[in-house]
């Protein structure tokens, strides 16, 4: 664990530096220590639907059918109410307004996606692990992209999350995923709880809710982006709320932006420690990116290399120098020039739109077509590969963990 006075690792480099410079966060041995022990909690309510249908599995239409309004079987009633209960701060208009911000970013948000969330995720060592116990990491790297990308389009569209919609029903399918896999994990005689702590307990929940959420906008503005500071406050809001659904312990929910960076900070002290796995599945994630030139002939070679270098430019913006050297991502500083030049030309574009009266909806409205576009065409390379497509819904960890 690093030096609680001084920034830990992650943000001494890269974008994160300039967070560190600005932003303030810290928190003391007390804060840490209460941190840890939430490593040890898992999700009772979840685990106890999955061990209901481990049981009787030819139940699963019927929670499919609870997620969607209708009436529950009593085996689900507790899970049923508890997130039907919204929480009194969940505002509805500020969750269609952060998925509206979401949303304009269109394909340029995907980066991000990949390039600092997934790919900053990997530096947790401790959360690889149920990972790479799910086994065939560089087959599945490909189709845990689509899924995931799939899955935080269900959940950032707007209107999704209202009860019983798309991305109200894809947060607790994915809670329900997490279940399977922490009940495969703990199944596993090999498990080394001392090391590894609970499989995916809630510090690792709320780890991945920060990447997909203040990992995120920070992302986007490295890459030229401009939010308005309610825009931002509003896309924090949703993924408190898609946090909640997930099963995230309340205490773990960050309010703000302020409470978003401490705890950022706080599981850079603790978690983001990379390991040997984090390398492996490192790997696997640059190798989809090549895979988008295969069967194209020597075009398909160029468009293969210049596509790993822009995301690998990406992830280096973001994560620094030594972590991208660490997990062994290609450094071009021709493809780094071209992002940093790319977000230059963004960020003069987005104050253009910021100026000009209804660009910004139209902004939205080709956002909206471009992140369904992309679904398309990473589809079109698993079937160019002769793989199956994944589903539109996250669903593969629960195959995977069974």
């Not at 309004?69 to 952060?98: C, K, M």
């Not at 899955?151 to 019983?164: F, R």
């Not at 790319?342 to 080709?366: D, S």
Request: glycine share 8%.
């Amino acid at each position: 664990m690093d030096d609680p006075e001084m920034p830990p690792e992650m943000f001494r480099q890269g974008g994160f530096r300039l967070a560190a410079r600005t932003r303030g966060a810290t928190a003391d041995e007390g804060q840490l220590k209460r941190l840890r022990t939430f490593a040890q909690q898992e999700d009772a309510l979840a685990d106890a639907v999955v061990e209901w249908l481990h049981r009787e599995p030819h139940n699963q239409t019927r929670v499919d059918q609870a997620l969607a309004g209708e009436q529950a079987p009593p085996e689900l009633t507790t899970f049923i109410d508890h997130v039907e209960a919204t929480p009194y701060w969940v505002d509805q208009r500020r969750l269609v307004s952060g998925a509206k911000a979401i949303t304009r970013a269109g394909l340029l948000g995907l980066f991000p996606l990949g390039d600092m969330s997934l790919m900053g995720g990997y530096l947790a060592s401790r959360a690889t692990k149920s990972l790479v116990g799910t086994g065939e990491i560089e087959y599945r790297a490909p189709r845990r992209l689509v899924e995931t990308a799939a899955w935080w389009i269900d959940v950032t569209t707007p209107g999704a999350l209202h009860k019983h919609g798309t991305g109200y029903q894809a947060a607790l399918r994915i809670r329900l995923v997490h279940a399977h896999v922490r009940r495969a994990m703990n199944s596993r005689p090999d498990w080394d709880y001392d090391r590894w702590d609970r499989p995916v307990n809630q510090v690792q929940t709320a780890g991945t809710l920060l990447l997909f959420s203040l990992v995120y906008v920070f992302g986007t503005q490295l890459l030229g982006l401009r939010y308005t500071a309610r825009e931002k406050a509003d896309i924090l809001h949703l993924w408190r709320y898609v946090g909640w659904l997930m099963g995230v312990d309340d205490e773990l929910l960050p309010a703000d932006e302020d409470d978003a960076w401490r705890l950022l900070w706080m599981l850079a002290v603790t978690e983001f420690i990379p390991d040997d796995d984090s390398k492996r599945l490192a790997r696997a994630l640059v190798d989809t990116h090549a895979a988008i030139g295969e069967g194209r002939g020597a075009a398909g070679k160029v468009l293969a290399q210049v596509n790993v270098g822009v995301h690998s430019a990406i992830s280096r913006l973001v994560l620094g120098r030594d972590n991208a050297d660490f997990l062994g991502l290609p450094d071009n500083p021709v493809a780094q020039a071209a992002v940093l030049a790319a977000a230059g030309v963004n960020y003069a574009a987005e104050t253009v739109r910021q100026l000009v009266p209804g660009a910004t909806a139209l902004q939205e409205a080709l956002g909206a077509f471009g992140r369904r576009r992309y679904l398309k065409r990473m589809n079109a390379v698993f079937e160019r590969r002769g793989a199956p497509a994944p589903p539109a819904r996250p669903i593969g960890c629960i195959r995977a963990a069974q």
